[in-house]
């Protein structure tokens, strides 16, 4: 079945510094990619996605880039701040199976004062 | 609108006993999803709906049923607590994807179940 593994599963980074979370898809067909922002105790927010006709979207500090060929996308956050200490999922979804998002096993990012 | 809501927010059961977790939106969204995540891990899917008596399994369905009667209702039912159970329960639902050429669906999360099963 379609699986999405998630690089790495813990991060720690020095406020001001930029942060990369990698995770790579199994199914070709995917063709929507969301990331996610879990906050301590709270439900998981979608915070940007990127669908298969772009190779990178940015909103503010955060960007999303897709590889397709690699079947691989990655989390980008430049100039971190303590509020962006959380855990990220990144997700994919295709076509063939639209009605279901598989989620990577998260990673826990820290951000050192 | 209130978007995606669960009920309750806290339970604790012991082994062998039932419950029903409530989930609701006011979104018209077709999609509901229940996940399970355990502590320090993601998120599973354990059954999914397309549509109003519409509904499948997800990666992780056995001890759990659901239904859907209506649009804004999608109940998770445990039959027989287990504390392999133990776990936060989120809902989620969303519109179906826009298509092959334009692909995804956002996911809205409600604020999740904490379940203890002693």
């Known amino acids: 079945g379609e699986n999405v593994e998630q690089h790495p599963s813990t991060l720690s980074v020095q406020e001001g510094d930029s942060a990369v979370i990698k995770c790579t898809y199994s199914d070709s067909a995917s063709n929507y990619f969301p990331w996610y922002k879990q906050e301590l105790g709270k439900r998981p927010q979608l915070i940007i996605d990127i669908r298969s006709n772009v190779g990178e979207k940015k909103d503010q500090r955060i960007a999303v880039t897709l590889n397709k060929t690699a079947k691989h996308f990655s989390l980008h956050i430049t100039e971190t701040q303590p509020e962006d200490s959380a855990v990220y999922f990144c997700a994919a979804t295709g076509y063939s199976s639209a009605s279901k998002i598989i989620f990577g096993s998260g990673t826990r990012l820290s951000i050192r004062p | 609108n209130a978007g995606v809501t669960q009920t309750p927010k806290f339970r604790i059961l012991k082994i062998g006993q039932s419950m029903t977790l409530q989930c609701a939106q006011d979104?018209?969204?077709?999609?509901m999803y229940w996940y399970r995540q355990d502590p320090g891990m993601g998120l599973k899917l354990i059954y999914y709906s397309v549509g109003a008596g519409i509904t499948d399994k997800g990666e992780v369905p056995n001890g759990y049923n659901v239904s859907r009667s209506t649009t804004e209702d999608f109940p998770l039912r445990l039959e027989l607590a287990a504390p392999s159970q133990t776990s936060v329960y989120f809902c989620a639902s969303s519109y179906p994807p826009p298509g092959l050429a334009g692909g995804g669906n956002e996911q809205f999360f409600g604020p999740g179940t904490r379940l203890t099963v002693l």
């Open positions: 979104m018209n969204h077709n999609y």
